[in-house]
């Protein structure tokens, strides 16, 4: 890093941010470089060149769906997840409209699923957002009572970007499919973290990623159950059957396919890890700053609580702007809330709706670990960031005269 | 100066121009560890107008041509969110005081709660020593009394002396203005061997977030989206006698000739403006003279709280030339200035700033004529 060398000294840069993006893992590199290369072909050509890749991408298809418990044909590529939840959300929405024109969705969803439905109301859908507890939950009841004959979707993310809460599925797909209700997940961030399994989940409709789990930028998929019926959002060809037209993205459907073989093969070590980590993490902090809390549930044995390499932190008193600058010029990568294109942060929408303050929401730290993380990364983030905080909080009124 | 430590940590202003980028660069040759740092102020979207084409802050072609600078020597970048803190300020601010009948310097403000206040309070944050802006100012230290104050730029055509009136001593012992010792030329210069691209912008003497220079606009949209009227009322002679109607008194200020919709036999000004009887009273041009102005705010520079009248060259307006008058402080950080000359619209809400040649005095706020 040329600002290590500046400071006079080289300093390894510690990655936190995986849940924004994951590097691609040599294997899955090695794996696509043939599909970009000398097997180049349209796989919807009808000569070898074609075929040729058009192997690959059936491949991949197959190997996804095992991996998820689907079938093939339910197995369509997209351009990554959002595309992957507009196409679940406004596609089926739109299939739908003539019989039931209402879609209901959790208010701590991403904003591909959240601005999606928004679009939605301009083509006269009644959209609906279910408040979640403030750990995130969102309950049985809260849907029971939302839902009615109108309702054609409702979309419910598996385990949440910011804050790691991972939703009872199971029973909340019981809910929805008791009032002839489809159910759309966005597992996103679940891949190759907690199990996931379209059939023990029970879902109509799913959303993955490939650069979620070290595979390439620009592709994903979506999961649709068979019979599911979706209106393409975009023209031009049969590919996907209709569904998802425009030249396939072989080099990117083998990224895909190699990287959710190799995330679920570590799945559960790195589960045990990630525990570890995240434990570790939190005791040390909590032990060096005050009036420091999590967002999002505390993990808890035995139980799919929340996903362990999501440590969400609120640091009562110090705002997430500073927190986050103050660690990228120590060369430590974390993220807090949803940044906006000229970069300047914004308080996250998912606190909110988790009830948080705008101040609290405004100061939230997510640390997000990956494979490569190490106990020597977490202990250094545990020595800097102490200083950093009291350094921040001195700053402000509330702390000043404490100090 | 702390010029010759190393590696003391400097958060840069950047606006996007190249006075800031050569700032960055300076800075960095003379050992300062750098960041630099775009605030983001405004949405355009918030009131109408669109932000300029040519490039204005707070815009992303503006923040690129930030982040390429800072690439350019490794130092790190960000953008800064100051929106709501400038909204409750100098937004609201400048509404009001239109609304009371004045006429305000929204940068001085600006000035003095974001970019100081607002600003360094981030820069500490971030563990910084110091912040910089590329200001042609120069900032001083008078080792005897400790006490920090402000110089005009040796480029005395560009110098920002009179909208910096309103830094505390903190801000002032933590601030640098590398380019107060410099011409516009030097630093045209300067860009060029360092290869910074961008050209030169036609400086803007506007007011930033009315991108059209319109603030009639801007205050009829702000007040219209929040219900708010504008009472429409006379314009009348010195005498009283009724010449015109107008739309609101927050569309004149004082002095101004243009627009009034009147028609007399000789030129006429407004001279006062009557926000509570709604009334615009116009004058003939001798009638806008006047000797005194009593000034509220006031902050001490060079001088520390002065207790007796002292002799000083006067500035009441940011293009205006200075004036010799006599500056008689006043308890409760006021000040009654008494001006040798006449002054044409002495105006309130107006920045006044007292100089001893180069050196800023102190400055405040024109509240009234005296």
Same mark, same amino acid.
């Given at each position: 890093?040329?600002?290590?060398?500046?400071?006079?000294?080289?300093?390894?840069?510690?990655?936190?941010?995986?849940?924004?993006?994951?590097?691609?893992?040599?294997?899955?590199?090695?794996?696509?470089?043939?599909?970009?290369?000398?097997?180049?072909?349209?796989?919807?050509?009808?000569?070898?060149?074609?075929?040729?890749?058009?192997?690959?991408?059936?491949?991949?298809?197959?190997?996804?769906?095992?991996?998820?418990?689907?079938?093939?044909?339910?197995?369509?590529?997209?351009?990554?997840?959002?595309?992957?939840?507009?196409?679940?959300?406004?596609?089926?929405?739109?299939?739908?409209?003539?019989?039931?024109?209402?879609?209901?969705?959790?208010?701590?969803?991403?904003?591909?699923?959240?601005?999606?439905?928004?679009?939605?109301?301009?083509?006269?859908?009644?959209?609906?957002?279910?408040?979640?507890?403030?750990?995130?939950?969102?309950?049985?009841?809260?849907?029971?009572?939302?839902?009615?004959?109108?309702?054609?979707?409702?979309?419910?993310?598996?385990?949440?970007?910011?804050?790691?809460?991972?939703?009872?599925?199971?029973?909340?797909?019981?809910?929805?499919?008791?009032?002839?209700?489809?159910?759309?997940?966005?597992?996103?961030?679940?891949?190759?973290?907690?199990?996931?399994?379209?059939?023990?989940?029970?879902?109509?409709?799913?959303?993955?990623?490939?650069?979620?789990?070290?595979?390439?930028?620009?592709?994903?998929?979506?999961?649709?159950?068979?019979?599911?019926?979706?209106?393409?959002?975009?023209?031009?060809?049969?590919?996907?059957?209709?569904?998802?037209?425009?030249?396939?993205?072989?080099?990117?459907?083998?990224?895909?396919?190699?990287?959710?073989?190799?995330?679920?093969?570590?799945?559960?070590?790195?589960?045990?890890?990630?525990?570890?980590?995240?434990?570790?993490?939190?005791?040390?902090?909590?032990?060096?700053?005050?009036?420091?809390?999590?967002?999002?549930?505390?993990?808890?044995?035995?139980?799919?609580?929340?996903?362990?390499?999501?440590?969400?932190?609120?640091?009562?008193?110090?705002?997430?702007?500073?927190?986050?600058?103050?660690?990228?010029?120590?060369?430590?990568?974390?993220?807090?809330?949803?940044?906006?294109?000229?970069?300047?942060?914004?308080?996250?929408?998912?606190?909110?709706?988790?009830?948080?303050?705008?101040?609290?929401?405004?100061?939230?730290?997510?640390?997000?670990?990956?494979?490569?993380?190490?106990?020597?990364?977490?202990?250094?983030?545990?020595?800097?960031?102490?200083?950093?905080?009291?350094?921040?909080?001195?700053?402000?009124?509330?702390?000043?005269?404490?100090? | 100066?702390?010029?010759?430590?190393?590696?003391?940590?400097?958060?840069?202003?950047?606006?996007?121009?190249?006075?800031?980028?050569?700032?960055?660069?300076?800075?960095?040759?003379?050992?300062?560890?750098?960041?630099?740092?775009?605030?983001?102020?405004?949405?355009?979207?918030?009131?109408?107008?669109?932000?300029?084409?040519?490039?204005?802050?707070?815009?992303?072609?503006?923040?690129?041509?930030?982040?390429?600078?800072?690439?350019?020597?490794?130092?790190?970048?960000?953008?800064?969110?100051?929106?709501?803190?400038?909204?409750?300020?100098?937004?609201?601010?400048?509404?009001?005081?239109?609304?009371?009948?004045?006429?305000?310097?929204?940068?001085?403000?600006?000035?003095?709660?974001?970019?100081?206040?607002?600003?360094?309070?981030?820069?500490?944050?971030?563990?910084?020593?110091?912040?910089?802006?590329?200001?042609?100012?120069?900032?001083?230290?008078?080792? +005897?009394?400790?006490?920090?104050? @402000? &110089?005009? $730029?040796?480029?005395?055509?560009?110098?920002?002396?009179? =909208?910096?009136? %309103? *830094?505390?001593?903190?801000?002032?012992?933590?601030?640098?203005?590398?380019?107060?010792?410099?011409?516009?030329?030097?630093?045209?210069?300067?860009?060029?061997?360092?290869?910074?691209?961008?050209?030169?912008?036609?400086?803007?003497?506007?007011?930033?977030?009315?991108?059209?220079?319109?603030?009639?606009?801007?205050?009829?949209?702000?007040?219209?989206?929040?219900?708010?009227?504008?009472?429409?009322?006379?314009?009348?002679?010195?005498?009283?006698?009724?010449?015109?109607?107008?739309?609101?008194?927050?569309?004149?200020?004082?002095?101004?000739?243009?627009?009034?919709?009147?028609?007399?036999?000789?030129?006429?000004?407004?001279?006062?403006? +009557?926000?509570?009887?709604?009334? @615009? &009273?116009? $004058?003939?041009?001798?009638?806008?003279?006047?000797?005194? =102005?009593?000034? %509220? *705010?006031?902050?001490?520079?060079?001088?520390?709280?002065?207790?007796?009248?002292?002799?000083?060259?006067?500035?009441?307006?940011?293009?205006?030339?200075?004036?010799?008058?006599?500056?008689?402080?006043?308890?409760?950080?006021?000040?009654?200035?008494?001006?040798?000359?006449?002054?044409?619209?002495?105006?309130?809400?107006?920045?006044?700033?007292?100089?001893?040649?180069?050196?800023?005095?102190?400055?405040?706020?024109?509240?009234?004529?005296?």
């Amino acid at each position: 890093m040329k600002w290590g060398k500046d400071l006079g000294y080289e300093m390894k840069p510690i990655y936190l941010d995986h849940n924004a993006t994951t590097p691609v893992d040599p294997q899955v590199l090695d794996a696509m470089i043939p599909y970009m290369t000398e097997k180049f072909g349209n796989a919807s050509s009808m000569h070898s060149f074609g075929r040729e890749g058009k192997v690959a991408l059936e491949n991949s298809r197959a190997t996804i769906a095992e991996l998820l418990g689907a079938e093939t044909s339910e197995i369509y590529f997209t351009s990554g997840g959002t595309e992957a939840d507009n196409i679940a959300l406004k596609g089926v929405a739109r299939a739908l409209k003539k019989k039931r024109s209402r879609v209901l969705y959790s208010a701590i969803e991403h904003s591909a699923i959240r601005q999606s439905a928004l679009a939605l109301i301009d083509e006269g859908f009644i959209t609906e957002a279910l408040p979640v507890t403030k750990e995130g939950y969102v309950t049985e009841k809260t849907l029971s009572d939302a839902l009615d004959d109108n309702t054609s979707l409702v979309s419910i993310m598996h385990s949440n970007n910011e804050v790691g809460v991972i939703q009872d599925i199971p029973a909340l797909v019981e809910v929805a499919h008791s009032r002839r209700t489809l159910f759309h997940t966005d597992a996103v961030q679940s891949m190759g973290k907690i199990p996931v399994n379209v059939d023990d989940l029970g879902v109509d409709l799913l959303t993955i990623s490939a650069h979620k789990i070290y595979g390439p930028k620009g592709a994903g998929v979506v999961y649709a159950r068979s019979g599911v019926m979706i209106s393409p959002l975009v023209h031009g060809g049969s590919h996907e059957k209709g569904r998802r037209p425009g030249t396939e993205n072989v080099a990117g459907a083998v990224g895909l396919a190699k990287a959710l073989e190799l995330v679920l093969a570590r799945q559960e070590s790195e589960y045990k890890r990630m525990i570890e980590l995240s434990e570790k993490f939190i005791k040390k902090l909590r032990s060096r700053i005050e009036n420091m809390s999590l967002n999002g549930p505390e993990l808890v044995e035995g139980e799919l609580t929340r996903v362990p390499s999501t440590v969400n932190l609120s640091f009562d008193g110090a705002e997430g702007e500073p927190i986050i600058l103050s660690l990228d010029i120590e060369s430590v990568a974390v993220s807090s809330g949803s940044a906006c294109s000229s970069g300047a942060v914004e308080p996250s929408p998912v606190l909110l709706a988790m009830g948080s303050t705008p101040e609290l929401a405004k100061s939230s730290i997510r640390f997000s670990m990956g494979k490569s993380t190490t106990v020597a990364d977490i202990d250094r983030v545990g020595e800097i960031l102490p200083d950093v905080i009291s350094r921040i909080r001195k700053m402000s009124p509330q702390y000043a005269e404490a100090d | 100066m702390t010029d010759n430590n190393r590696k003391e940590r400097v958060l840069v202003a950047m606006s996007g121009g190249i006075d800031s980028a050569v700032t960055l660069r300076l800075l960095h040759e003379r050992g300062y560890q750098v960041i630099g740092a775009h605030m983001k102020l405004w949405d355009f979207s918030e009131v109408g107008g669109e932000a300029k084409k040519d490039g204005r802050c707070c815009t992303l072609e503006s923040i690129e041509d930030c982040r390429e600078v800072c690439d350019s020597i490794g130092a790190p970048f960000y953008v800064l969110n100051f929106v709501e803190q400038f909204r409750n300020t100098v937004i609201k601010n400048f509404v009001s005081e239109y609304r009371a009948g004045r006429t305000p310097n929204p940068c001085v403000l600006c000035n003095t709660e974001i970019k100081w206040e607002g600003f360094l309070k981030r820069a500490l944050e971030l563990g910084c020593d110091f912040i910089a802006t590329g200001h042609y100012s120069q900032i001083m230290k008078n080792e +005897d009394t400790g006490r920090y104050y @402000i &110089v005009k $730029g040796t480029d005395h055509t560009r110098d920002q002396s009179y =909208a910096l009136w %309103g *830094l505390s001593q903190n801000a002032l012992a933590r601030t640098l203005m590398p380019l107060g010792s410099l011409k516009k030329s030097e630093v045209r210069q300067m860009a060029r061997e360092y290869k910074i691209a961008r050209p030169d912008r036609p400086e803007s003497r506007e007011i930033c977030f009315v991108a059209d220079d319109n603030y009639h606009r801007f205050l009829r949209e702000w007040e219209a989206k929040r219900g708010r009227k504008f009472t429409s009322g006379e314009i009348v002679d010195e005498d009283g006698a009724k010449l015109g109607e107008h739309e609101g008194v927050e569309f004149y200020t004082l002095g101004q000739r243009r627009g009034l919709g009147i028609s007399t036999r000789k030129p006429v000004y407004v001279k006062e403006i +009557d926000p509570t009887g709604a009334r @615009i &009273v116009v $004058g003939d041009s001798a009638s806008l003279m006047s000797k005194t =102005a009593e000034v %509220g *705010l006031v902050n001490w520079i060079a001088l520390d709280n002065p207790a007796e009248p002292f002799n000083a060259e006067v500035k009441i307006r940011y293009l205006s030339r200075p004036a010799r008058a006599k500056v008689s402080p006043l308890p409760g950080s006021r000040a009654r200035v008494e001006f040798d000359e006449p002054q044409r619209s002495i105006t309130p809400g107006q920045s006044i700033v007292f100089y001893d040649d180069a050196i800023a005095l102190g400055g405040g706020l024109i509240e009234r004529l005296g």
